[in-house]
């Protein structure tokens, strides 16, 4: 017994370090793919193609100087065309990759990933197929100058190494056992696969932001459906062991395994804590925006859009790469554009022109660049969200929040300026301070916010915001923002971009960390009352085999007589079979064998005996038990139905799925607040 | 019903406030006075008696020449007697508060929150005078040079702060209501009564530590026992509050919430990771060594130390001062011995001599001096622990790492130094950089991994130790670290210190994140046969109220009929009291007035109805339903007992406790695993 224990979890450390490894090894060869097409955009290494900017310019003092990194022409109308047409390339490849060889790799995937999770199956979603589809279109798409992130992608493909190393293992070794004698719902090797996904899903976002912690919590923040310190351990686990291999590889050669670092050496001041305020309230706003109208986009895009996702893709491209160009932060690489605007302006080093705030078109110029990036952005997200393209919503949207935040950093900083000598600042900081006000933190924040106010997400948010930086100091500012941006997406958001997309498409997701609110309605609404149900006796092999064929219930209660229903336990289909096919291979069946479901005599050979499969305690509640108790039954214990009774006789089986669909009956049709119902 | 959720909410917000600015309040209070009394110690401030040090040398230029600060005598050994007089007294007033005005006080006090977070209750445990007393014990146990900790004990007056502050406000608000309806075991009070308990326990950790995002983990991993959403975002918030609150009141006067800030300039290195695992198994050792001999001393403690509890405590005191006084490190407060342990040597500033290692005699000296802490520190620990006083062992912890990593790291340091032209280093660092190792970062990481090692946390102690420094760069080590002490504790340990405890007082506690093992025992064998039900029909006043005298039972299942005992519902024992107190307001109750439990006519005027207060669907279960099962049941869903049928009719009952006491019979009496049995 301790030898079975020992062995499986040296099982689980074992796919947990090969999940890992391969996760993080992905992760690199995707930054180093990534970064690369990027830069062709705008220009060639002329000594060797193959290099992207910055090792191009490895060792020149100025990268702005770089003499071996040269643009595709002198004429500047040649270049745009270039950098339109390259993103039409990257695009185009990424779409059709996607649509032709796996439809599942578009998109971001978390919301699919929570139901995969939370129990349901989605076959395909995490084949090998999907993996290497959604992990060569990421680069593409993200290259491609689309509005895109890779974090969601990210944990998709991380989920997919996940499952297809796990099922490797778990094949070979099928520890599925006394499930039946203990009428335990799940098996211990179903369980281990699913730990597996959760700990893939912290890996791929830890491996995304360089962030192991942030990993963690996001796989329990988000994914994991049920919180054991277990599962914790498992994806602490895996996202050290890739975010360890993505250090070795060091893909940026800077020895990070983020893209930037930002030190902040001044620390913040209580009278800047209404500005921070205004962060969380932009941030709170932009997710609900977003949020409703890329719903919007999404259901216009089902509807009308069906057959043309490849131009789709190619005309978002387009237009994206034709305004982008003009404007600085949205023409560059995202998280290269982040990291200047989280830099602090220093006298020493020569600063983006950013900080070159001298005279006053110089300040409009910024603050109009930085206001229409974020406005840009928004809108760009709103429609490419969702195109048939790997794409993940993260990183576009703290990008906005950055530009946002540096904008009203610069516009505080100038208020500060002008009246330094108010008794407000001066209690703060020192009266002839220019520096201050950090416009760099409040970008910074303003990332925050944003990823918080698309995710819903807070202490993730703050944990990965720290992680990136190190901002020890910021940790209150960071906490107070997304605190109040959750506060604002309590009272007027409905839920996170990815619960938001499972309600949409209708995807089977029992949210276990809600509160369901069922009005009181009991059991009694929601089950099923025609049950198929076995006798205990009296039923030949003719009516099982038929039933077999004709119908397709996956676990049956076995009641002793139809005229006294008295519940004896519970069958799954697998395990009818299972016993068929056992005793076909032992005697001779005939179509009017008889089939006993609770006998003592074991062996008799004109019996097919059932008895020792079926779950003899399976899970019943009364008549009259609330809803909400059955629904906590069924993501707590997680058995397949559950069975209703009254004076220990059968009176109906109920289940997920007759819940979800009592639910949306309850909200959707009783108490008509369907305000979506118009676009759909 | 929507202004009800609103005022609900608004409710909580209040009280959670409420309770998060009286947390940060006394924090930052026991702060000065901790650090005054601290300092009282080797000699006083000569300008204003009222300041300690840092107060009394603030502006002087070194802190070692402050002139201002005398000590009390030029004579060494009248200092070294005030030393240890000082130490004493502090001791003694601390003990005798804690055992005159509240037992409970003393100790960590962790242990007992878990129990009642899941449920139980131990009255007292939370109340006015173990606040007061836990809050004025405090500092005057840390000051006294005892290696205790704040930590547990802030856990402790926090959760107390929070009990009786949302006591006050749901007082006056009772919204118990629809509860019997619905069958609902848990009211929405009591829920949000353990929400707010849980928060308080964040926001503990939150300020001892100054590290917010350290509290919420903490209160995930180590005190909820069931993870929702909302109990985390309600930790996240009342955290914040309090943090924010200390940083307000800014109690060092340097602005920041922690004790010391430490930055590390400098990467880690490939090579030092077999260092960093040494750390980690230094963790693990230390983790199973000291809550082993700390059981061990509890036990004798309890058999012969109970009557003389002041005596005891002042042996330990003047035993630590006598000792203490010699060693650097254990001589000086815990927290500021650490701010020296963490610390890069840098050329510019003056040291502490820990970093003066030119000649073999100071690398002795500081070495020995390093050892002898550690293991000083680790018998005291093991003594002290447990005493009556308000006790933690999270720092005390911490420095015994810092003291063992900081001497490792000297030695590394000085390997390389020897070997600096190795081929091993050449590939890490450059040759003649004397900066290589840092043996700053190695006491940080045993800190980290002795913590880890005596809690069994992982990621609460990543984030801890994250949030105490600000070493971004440090994240993968400490992972590295706190993950081989985890797999060490989970192989050869026994749990954390917490469960230890627990388990050894006999606490009843059911752990919700393990697996429990039954070995495949079902609901029979651990139920109780002889249950005590109610008929549907035919009982009079005179029996029930000779029941409701006569037993304690606190739930009671309602049959049919002795006979033939169908399952009608439950009713609690003060459900009966209230039905018979409104019953005797309305009309004449006489001795033989029948009882009714399940009946439709409401309101005829000679019988008692109870039908309205029963539960119709109570949670049941079949016999041969696996323990396992009922045990997630009743953490999962919370019922007080759970009923046992078959066909309908009622077998038995089991409660939480009967699970426990049949889990105590399998492992101790029937495996006879019971090794701490001769100890006791």
């Known amino acids: 017994f301790k030898w079975l224990n020992l062995y499986r979890s040296l099982q689980t450390y074992v796919i947990l370090t090969a999940v890992g490894i391969t996760i993080g090894f992905v992760a690199a060869s995707l930054n180093i793919v990534t970064e690369y097409l990027s830069n062709i955009r705008t220009g060639y290494c002329s000594s060797h193609f193959y290099l992207n900017k910055s090792f191009c310019c490895w060792g020149e003092l100025e990268e702005s100087k770089c003499s071996n990194w040269v643009e595709y022409s002198q004429f500047a109308p040649l270049n745009y065309t270039m950098f339109i047409l390259i993103s039409l390339v990257l695009s185009f490849t990424a779409s059709s990759l996607v649509l032709n060889y796996a439809p599942f790799a578009a998109g971001s995937g978390i919301s699919e990933i929570k139901c995969i999770v939370s129990g349901f199956t989605l076959s395909g979603f995490l084949s090998t197929w999907t993996f290497l589809m959604k992990s060569i279109g990421l680069p593409l798409a993200i290259a491609s100058g689309l509005s895109v992130g890779k974090e969601g992608p990210s944990v998709h493909y991380a989920v997919c190494v996940g499952s297809i190393i796990s099922k490797l293992f778990l094949q070979g070794f099928p520890n599925k056992q006394k499930d039946n004698t203990t009428g335990k719902s799940r098996t211990s090797s179903s369980l281990t696969f699913k730990n597996i996904l959760v700990a893939s899903s912290a890996a791929g976002v830890a491996v995304a932001f360089g962030s192991p912690m942030g990993g963690v919590l996001f796989s329990i923040e988000e994914i994991s459906n049920m919180f054991k310190l277990s599962t914790m351990w498992e994806s602490y686990y895996c996202s050290l062991v890739a975010v360890f291999v993505l250090k070795l590889m060091n893909p940026f050669r800077t020895g990070q395994v983020v893209m930037f670092e930002v030190t902040y050496d001044r620390d913040w001041h209580f009278f800047e804590i209404p500005f921070f305020i205004i962060l969380g309230v932009f941030g709170g706003i932009y997710g609900i925006i977003i949020s409703k109208y890329n719903i919007k986009m999404v259901s216009f895009r089902k509807k009308f859009l069906g057959e043309h996702a490849l131009k789709e893709v190619l005309i978002l491209a387009g237009i994206t790469s034709i305004i982008s160009y003009f404007n600085d932060f949205l023409k560059m690489d995202m998280t290269e554009g982040m990291q200047i605007l989280y830099e602090e302006c220093s006298d020493i080093f020569e600063n983006h022109k950013i900080c070159h705030l001298a005279n006053n078109y110089q300040i409009f110029n910024t603050l109009l660049t930085l206001a229409l990036a974020t406005l840009i952005r928004m809108i760009l997200i709103v429609f490419t969200y969702g195109c048939k393209v790997p794409a993940g919503i993260f990183v576009p949207s703290m990008a906005c929040g950055a530009t946002f935040g540096r904008a009203l950093g610069i516009l505080v900083q100038l208020w500060h ?110 089950m099923t009352l025609k049950t198929v149900s076995l006798l205990e006796k009296g039923l030949t092999y003719k009516q099982i085999s038929v039933f077999i064929a004709d119908t397709n219930f996956q676990t049956l209660p076995i009641i002793e007589s139809l005229q006294k229903p008295i519940i004896k336990g519970i069958i799954g289909r697998d395990e009818l079979i299972t016993v068929i096919q056992k005793n076909q291979l032992l005697k001779n069946i005939e179509l009017d064998t008889p089939c006993h479901f609770s006998s003592t005599d074991s062996d008799s050979m004109d019996v097919i005996n059932f008895t020792n499969y079926i779950n003899p305690a399976p899970i019943t509640v009364k008549l009259g038990t609330p809803l909400e108790t059955v629904l906590d039954l069924f993501h707590k214990l997680g058995p397949k139905c559950i069975l209703i009774e009254q004076d220990g006789l059968l009176k109906g089986v109920i289940t997920r799925k007759d819940i979800l669909r009592y639910e949306y009956y309850l909200h959707n049709v009783v108490s008509g607040h369907n305000e979506d119902s118009e676009v759909l």
Do not use: R
Not at 437 to 461: D, M, N, Q, R
Not at 487 to 512: H, R, S, T, V, W
């Open 417 to 526: 300026k002008h009246n330094s000598s108010s008794k407000l600042f001066t209690t703060g900081c020192l009266a002839d301070d220019t520096k201050c006000i950090t416009p760099g933190t409040y970008a910074f924040l303003g990332a925050a916010s944003a990823l918080s106010g698309i995710t819903h997400l807070t202490v993730t948010v703050v944990v990965i915001m720290f992680e990136l930086t190190g901002a020890l100091k910021y940790i209150i500012p960071t906490m107070i923002t997304v605190a109040v941006t959750k506060i604002i997406n309590d009272n007027y958001g409905k839920g996170g971009i990815a619960d938001q997309m499972i309600e949409f498409n209708g995807l089977p997701f029992i949210d276990p960390h809600e509160d369901h609110d069922f009005f009181d309605h009991v059991v009694d609404d929601a």
